[in-house]
């Protein structure tokens, strides 16, 4: 198994770095596999006006939290961020740069879905510090592209690559989803190889997952496809690393690759337990211990009066719960967790306190332990739901 | 006592379920002011919660009331409750015993049913004056008359002057009771004579020990006596004297026809055994009253704790329970599958379910319980002969001359249409038909033999299914039979669970074992393994299922830093799986034990 081996990822935790994600809930049309939090609306009005309270609640955070932290990631997420104005992009933007101090180096991302984006506003990104891009691709099958419900075509995906390679974006994602009904091997193949050809800096593949709640959902309880059997999805899975290893990927978590240097360091943060604040509509933070979340109800974080009203709750985590945690989110990173790092962490052994449940699971063959890093197996990749459970 | 004996009247109700016995008794402890209306809790006498939900008796209470008649005459009324299931026959025996008379409940929309005719059977063998009165009689489907020519016809009892009554709405009380204090012979005996005295119940108190239920024929009984108990011939002092008004009141002294409590600082319910003839120890009567019997268990299983749930709090529980309660058996037992537990022994399924509920409801413990089992007997080559009821305790059949399993005489009573039905489901049971009987025109009797083991399962169930509810069933152990039982055993992934194994007729091995194998595999979730289960009749593979590995489980996205979701998703999964028994590395979720109880007639 591969480890990631740059710096810039290690986990060295910078005391006091902060990653900010900036949600924006706003999109074309909802995608029939989506139960993210988000909602067709292209209305600039109320783009720009929701834009307002974010920057009014990111400046009620810096208060808290500006003087201890230095900024060093931003992600813009959503929804779509692509489909609201750069002007409000840039907007956001300046407000974190105002109010935080941020980093020389920070890694700035956005999401873009290839139904949204042309040359200007791309290059009106770049202008506005956007240093990563996050390219929705998700498949360039374009039947595929249908039955998720996608608003673009596969030459879309190829146009957006192209206009944010001349626009000067040295550091793009693409995403991919697999494991779609009637996929086979071979079309998986094709886009997983595609996108390599591409050489985006940084590719995801999902494995599908059908939400309750999402129409994907309700077609499936009505037996209007058979899913994918679980075998076929891991053929897929395990064919897709296999191929991004060879094009020298180095897959850095379960379901993400990247060239070296190039994971994102601001989702790295949510499986390190490192600080991040979310600003937004139903946005999640951990930050100072301490895990809160806004409401996801529109009016009630449109009416808020300040940043504390948009809380719905908050939980100071238990150091049992800071130690679960890291244990089952820092096991989403194939390079595992270092337990002498765990010790110097918590000033506990591993062992005093997961000896049962590490030992049963590297007997079944999910965990493997050497040179004091426990790390998912191939199959403990398969069955990482099992593995976590146990630490929880 | 200022009561004279010819003022005395010592009776039961008696009835089918559901016909209205204990609100009968309601009514008449407030008509005859015992109980207040405030004090009144719906069906007083059904004081355990347990028993109230489910409409039925199994615990006796006994209330001793005053009543003026119409002649003027302040009676004193000792109504003695009865258990009413067919489980308890025995100790209805005893308590009908302890009477002169009784109080025959039927519903008049209903009818006589066949436990009508087995308590009444009961109360003529006790010669005992049976009273006819005809209930609900407020309800339009109500047809008295109907009801009181199968009394005469089925019973032989004159119902003409039988009371027309609606215990729930409190109509024709007083006609009941001017009818008891009529026509129920005040009871005989003398009280110079040497003490005997019935136990026809007792229970235990924290404070007092064994409180005993007794009904006292000859002589008298008072604090500080020493007294024997005749049958376990054991010998105690008497604490205290007292009746149930119906809160216990001490008395001086009990006498000849009296109805009444003696504690003697006796330590278990067993040692105080229903039944049992209590005499004085230094002037003892030369015989003791007749109709004496032990407990006899007839079904037994295994009740080990579940997951999670300490051995000695579920041996606590049991042990209280036990002192309480004389015909329930218990005995520490190992099972390879669910480690420590107790070998118990009930007298048929319903008392089984009702102390496992009592251990789950009143000492809120959680635990798994194995497939219930009749008593075999085991007869060896060498002629020797073993009783065995736990199927892991099955001696090489190699060495076995031959099984024999008990059978019980039943008496099956329904509406006419249902015959078919019943003689199909009858025979299904490997039932013998000893003879039809129509009670009336409309109404049957099947009298039936049966492997025990074939009733205990769900019989009673799959009749009531069949018969729309109106099949009702009495039976009773006649003898052992030879017969063809073989050990049904159930392998998860090769390994033998022990807590699986039955002993069932060879002709439903197969069917069993498809069963078992089909709902495990129902239940038992999809793991990191293939999991075959297989039943098996010796080295022989009858029936087989596989569940499925799972390939996949996985979260692939962890979006926008929500970790809390995600977590929720990973608790419930654990959750799940603290409820499960890892028998080597197959996981059992703990409902598995007892659904394969639950036998489905459909599948």
Known sequence: MTTINNERNSKRREKGSLGIYVHLPFCAKKCRYCDFLSFPNDDHEAHAYYANQLIMELVGKSVVYGNDFTVNTIFFGGGTPSLVDPSIIDEIADAVYSRFRVADDAEVSLEVNPGTADENKLAAYRNAGVTRLSIGAQSFDSDTLKFLGRIHTERDTLRTFALARDVGFENVNIDLIFGMPDETPETWKRDIETAVAMEPEHISFYSLQIEEGTPLFGDMERGRFETLSDIDDRRMYHAAIETLEGAGYVHYEISNAAKPGFASRHNLKYWSMEDYLGVGLGAHSYAGGRRFANTDVWNDYMGACDHDMMTTWSHKNSRGEDISEYVFLGLRKTEGIDLEQFRRHFGKDFWEIYNEETRMLMERGLLEHSDGILRLTRLGLDLSNRVFSEYV | ?603
Request: glycine fraction near 6%; include cysteine.
């Open chain 2, 1 to 603: 006592m200022i009561f004279v004996m010819k003022n005395i009247r010592n009776f039961s109700i008696i009835a089918h379920i559901d016909h209205g016995k204990s609100t009968l008794a309601d009514r008449i402890l407030e008509y005859t002011g015992a109980v207040s209306d405030r004090e009144m809790k719906e069906q007083f006498l059904d004081n355990m919660e347990l028993e109230r939900e489910r409409g039925i008796t199994i615990k006796l209470q006994t209330s001793r009331l005053t009543y003026k008649a119409k002649d003027g005459v302040e009676y004193v009324l000792n109504l003695i409750d009865t258990p009413g299931h067919v489980d308890f026959a025995y100790e209805v025996s005893r308590s009908l015993a302890a009477c002169d008379g009784a109080v025959l409940v039927v519903d008049a929309t209903q009818g006589v049913e066949a436990q009508t005719l087995a308590n009444v059977y009961l109360a003529m063998n006790e010669n005992l004056e049976i009273l006819p009165v005809l209930n609900k009689i407020d309800l339009p489907s109500a047809n008295p008359d109907e009801a009181k020519a199968e009394i005469e016809d089925i019973l032989g009892i004159d119902a003409g002057g039988a009371p027309l009554i609606s215990a729930k709405e409190g109509i024709g009380i007083e006609t009941v009771l001017e009818d008891i204090v009529k026509n129920i012979p005040p009871p005989k005996g003398d009280r110079e004579a040497k003490l005997k005295a019935l136990i026809f119940d007792s229970y235990y108190d924290n404070y007092r020990g064994v409180v005993i239920y007794a009904r006292v024929f000859d002589g008298r009984v008072k604090l500080g006596d020493a007294i024997r108990l005749m049958n376990s011939k054991k010998s105690y002092e008497v604490t205290e004297v007292g009746v149930f008004a119906p809160n216990p009141v001490r008395v001086d002294e009990l006498e000849a026809g009296e109805v009444g409590y003696i504690c003697a600082a006796i330590k278990r319910v067993a040692d105080a055994r229903v039944g049992d003839t209590i005499t004085l120890e230094n002037d003892p009567a030369r015989e003791a009253l007749p109709g004496y019997k032990k407990a006899q268990p007839m079904v037994f299983c295994g009740v080990y704790p579940a997951e999670g749930e300490k051995y000695e709090g579920v041996k606590d529980a049991i042990e209280k329970l036990q002192v309480n309660d004389a015909a329930f058996l218990f005995e520490p037992e190992t099972s390879t599958a669910l480690g420590f537990g107790f070998r118990c022994g009930f007298l048929g399924l319903l008392h089984m379910e009702i102390i496992v509920e009592r251990l789950e409801r009143e000492f809120d413990l959680s635990v798994i319980t194995t497939s219930p089992s009749v008593i075999y007997r085991v007869v060896m080559e060498d002629d020797s002969v073993r009783m065995i009821q736990n199927p892991g305790n099955l001696p090489d059949p190699a060495f076995i001359a031959r099984i024999e399993e008990p059978i019980v005489k039943a008496d099956v009573m329904i509406p006419k249409e249902y015959v078919g039905a019943v003689m199909e489901l009858c025979r299904d049971r490997r039932g013998k038909l000893l003879h039809m009987e129509y009670i009336t025109e409309i109404r049957v009797l099947l009298h039936y033999e049966l492997p025990l083991n074939e009733v205990i399962y769900d019989f009673f169930d799959a009749l009531k299914s069949k018969t729309r509810g109106y099949g009702s069933l009495d039976y009773e152990f006649t003898r052992y039979e030879p017969s063809k039982i073989v050990k049904l055993d159930i392998l998860l992934n090769k390994e033998q669970v022990d807590a699986f194994s039955m002993l069932v007729h060879e002709s439903k091995a197969y069917r069993r074992g498809r069963f078992v194998c089909e709902k495990l595999k129902e239940i038992i979730p999809r793991q990191q393994f293939e999991i075959p289960i297989q039943a098996s009749v010796g080295a022989k593979v009858i029936a087989r299922e596989t569940v499925r590995a799972y390939r996949k489980d996985v979260i692939a996205k962890c979006y926008g830093g929500d970790i809390s979701r995600k977590k929720k998703l990973l608790e419930k999964q654990k959750e799940g799986k603290k409820r499960m028994r890892s028998f080597g590395s197959v996981e059992v979720p703990q409902e598995a034990f007892t659904a394969v109880l639950k036998y489905d007639d459909n599948k």
